[in-house]
């Protein structure tokens, strides 16, 4: 009673795509009067004979948030219903918090008493157990935050399997030149990915303004960049060029300015639409100038690389590293739309494909054990190129990020689970200088370290974590990690932007697709550090 | 037919803080049955009646935004109501525009025909004079960008006066004392604004995290920032600091990156407040910082200068410059909260004080001609630094700030407004190098230029020129500019961040208390930059 119900239970349908469902408003519209007329009329029994009867109905509709009446818990029908049939969250509240809440609320029977305070700690003591005995989850309502409550149940729900049922690309092999249009659906900040060979043709039907900076680098230059140009000019768009230095290297503040300059240079105003044309590095710098040149002017991703395909273009997360710490100045500012050639993969060097792989691996052990499952088996025809399984792997693989995104765009919670083995990689990146391992490759041995992790806190099994490690080395990656020695470790973990009062917070695996963030004992680490490193 | 006046009313009767009324739906609620109904059984005629009275009963009330259907104009009352009670707006949109909107509704009765084109361009020769009679502004809504289209018409109605009404500081003179609490009204990025004597003491309020990184410079620093510091430590906060190089030319990459480096020496994590205790140039500086640091941190700010007061501490532009134009580089980031603290204004330089008066002269020119007056009549005592006449100024302008930034927070249209005399200022700032005129020097002076420009345009009389120009003297600012030579000033004010398409804009007077943005003729705009230049 008074503790959220209402409000999260819609907000976690929105989420969910569910339709939310009150019991006690249920109880109302059959009986065509409100709950306090009942009370009056024909007791607490007879209402609680009615809402037994809503819960054993509703409980069987599929698809549905449903928020019961605080007292629905006594009846052990209704807690049998409620347990079996679906996943209980009980938003637990202290009665201080529930009598502010409720002070002002004519609605509550129970409550009409000299003494609501009493009754409710009475209630509490009755119900509390109740409420434990039934509930799969339980959440802490202390401070009202809607969206972060709704983030914690999400994480704590695991990403359930509702969304990844939303997923439309079908796992059967597709034709030879299949393409995808998906769409990250974020509101005024929506935008189309198209996925597809040939995609660079059809670049100028994504960009709106007369006036475009392409910004790409001296390898890719080269390979795309005039076709490109040439295409936007032919439609009457006027178009300038950076071309930056290639590397992860070059993802600093220097590189920014190059951008900056060169708008300025050029007199390009607010409609400028900056086009990034490159892999992950490109894509990240150029969003982030995109996102603070006149404070924001329009960008459009045209990832050339595996892994910015499958992972950086999408989702809106800009930004250069620091000298110490990765990623550390940025912002998040969605593109207009991403454009993914599948063909310029056909120039990418064996490494790079194998470091993209890592990123869909990730997909499928924090998510898509079905996805996991496939990539095992399709594994050496994606390292081949086969144009179908590279299509469908893309394509899931930006279904999947999409779907978080959408859920939690700006990072309140559940999407650090996409940091999968992301908190060992950029303490292997930054401590070895940007560019030595590749970022995909420091996420593949990454994923291995938290696999380990995991099964030493008992998560997932000592075969499970073998399975990781047996597909990241299929994937051309690295599964034992460079030995920094512990306090090198320690103290580049220590930066991650995940952290919170000192605390280094990992993304493991409770089971196989199914990721939450948490930090662990001192000993357990060392324990997966001494077993992951070269000696 | 089809133009948007639904979406658009409503959007914009939320902006005004109005209610949303549609004359066919009064019809249908009062006749209780659906127009093409009307249409069936009594005929056009009758429907066409019932909608006068209607249209007569609704525009006798106020506070509303009324969405006729396309046919009322034809009635010669209606147009006489609604000319005369309101203002109309006529959303004009192409036949091919209505046709492609209206091609799957089926509650249009004159469309039910074999050739809706030609019925939509015999019903655009008869009712487009007859809108063009009514109407006292015409909108094209060609394109359906529905923010953008409340944007126009809100900046052409001229701010008009009903959110002025909403502002509650009132004019008479205060207590020695006062304090006033207000509020920038923006969804969930809402925040206070407090302005009182000794603020600072209760800045603690104001700050929720338990690490606090105090950005501030070489001046301020011996003034104000033990004082501060030990406030947050006596409450158990961990406060780092960062001192900055004080000035304009500091406004830099460089300064940035000072915070950025500290930040991260420091291993501040996303839950560490970022305080910028200074005036325009640290908030700006510390605003972006906190707007990047790890893609956004909480901030506050406390400005410590009459011109931050007023102006820059509120709505949430943030920025540096770059050696090729002013504020360039940045975001659109609202702070936690701001604290003005008016006893901090004591150890201000005169001509800081002045600068200052410059954007309170603003509001008043382009928003409010009462607090104009009453600028012009107290503008010794606030030179004085009387405590009551300087805490009515501060607020009553950060109440006009937070209601200009409340309807356009991302300067999609109505607050280029508050750049007036800016693109004459930025220009004189740029090309000085920055510093050597304060700015709000330049925008004094600005001011009087962007005038002198609009009474060449016919818009105001040459007396209000020199209200204008006697005002910004009396506030001890300078009313004649240096003389750059033109190319110069062409040079500098085509990098505006408000032109499009190489188009200068300005913000002018229409006349007092009314701005509108205008690109100008380029013999107008030298015959200003001749008069107001030294020879």
């Known amino acids: 009673m008074g503790a959220g119900k209402t409000t999260i239970g819609r907000a976690l349908a929105k989420k969910l795509n569910m339709r939310f469902v009150d019991s006690d408003h249920e109880v109302e519209a059959r009986t065509g009067v409100a709950i306090p007329v009942i009370f009056d009329i024909e007791g607490e029994a007879s209402f609680r004979q009615r809402e037994a009867d809503v819960i054993k109905d509703l409980t069987a509709q599929r698809g549905i948030v449903l928020a019961t009446g605080g007292g629905a818990v006594l009846n052990a029908q209704n807690r049998q219903f409620l347990h079996s049939r679906g996943t209980v969250i009980y938003l637990r509240a202290s009665v201080s918090h529930i009598l502010q809440r409720t002070s002002h609320d004519k609605n509550r029977p129970l409550l009409r008493t000299a003494d609501p305070r009493k009754v409710l700690e009475e209630l509490t003591v ?15 309502t202390g401070r009202p935050n809607v969206p972060n409550l709704v983030q914690t149940i999400l994480v704590q729900l695991g990403w359930p399997l509702a969304p990844v049922s939303r997923l439309t690309i079908p796992m059967s092999s597709q034709p030879q030149h299949a393409s995808h249009l998906l769409k990250v659906a974020l509101g005024e900040r929506s935008y189309p990915i198209l996925i597809a060979p040939d995609a660079i043709k059809q670049i100028a039907k994504y960009i709106s303004s007369n006036r475009v900076m392409i910004v790409t680098n001296t390898t890719i230059a080269p390979l795309y960049l005039e076709r490109i140009k040439t295409s936007l000019e032919t439609v009457g768009k006027k178009v300038e060029i950076v071309i930056l230095p290639d590397g ?37 710098i150029t969003g982030f100038a995109a996102a603070s040149y006149m404070r924001g002017v329009p960008f459009v991703q ?17 930004g250069i590293n620091h000298p110490l710490g990765k990623n550390m100045i940025g912002a998040f500012y969605q593109p207009q739309a991403v454009v993914a ?35 095992e088996q399709n594994c050496q025809k994606l390292r081949a190129q086969d144009p ?16 978080v995104v959408r859920l939690d765009e700006r990072e309140g919670g559940l999407r650090a689970i996409l940091n999968f083995g992301h ?19 420091a996420v593949g041995c990454g994923m291995v370290m938290a696999a380990d992790l995991s099964q030493r806190l008992g998560y997932i099994s000592v075969a499970e974590v073998e399975r990781i490690r047996a597909l990241v080395a299929a994937a ?36 196989m697709g199914r990721a939450v963030v948490e930090s662990v004992p001192a000993s357990v680490l060392e324990a997966t550090l001494k077993a992951c490193c070269t000696p």
Chains 1, 2 share one sequence.
């Not at 119900?127 to 799969?136: C, G, N, S, T």
């Open 423 to 441: 908190t060992f990689a950029h303490a292997i990146e930054s401590a070895l200088g940007y560019g030595v391992w590749l970022h995909g490759e």
């Open 302 to 318: 045209i990832p050339t690389t595996l892994l910015s395909q499958v992972d950086s273009s999408v989702g809106g997360k800009t």
């Open 476 to 511: 051309g990656l690295p599964i034992i990690a460079p030995d920094l020695g512990l306090a090198t470790w320690l103290d580049w973990m220590q930066v991650d932007k995940k952290n919170e009062g000192g605390q280094i917070k990992f993304i493991l695996l409770k089971k």
């Open 248 to 284: 992860e290297a070059y993802k600093t503040m220097e590189s920014l300015s190059l951008i900056y300059d060169a708008l300025l240079e050029k007199k390009c105003d607010r409609k400028t639409t900056l086009v990034a044309l490159g892999g992950g590095v490109v894509g990240d």
């Open 341 to 375: 050639d599948i063909n310029t993969l056909s120039t990418l060097p064996e490494r790079e494909l194998s470091a993209g792989l890592a990123e869909m691996i990730k997909y499928g052990a924090i998510i898509d054990t079905d996805f996991l499952t496939w990539l």
């Open 388 to 403: 179908s399984a590279l299509a469908y792997a893309i394509g899931r693989s930006c279904e999947i990020k999409a779907e």
């Open 126 to 140: 009755q119900r509390d157990p109740l409420y434990q005995e039934v509930a799969h989850l339980i959440v802490e």
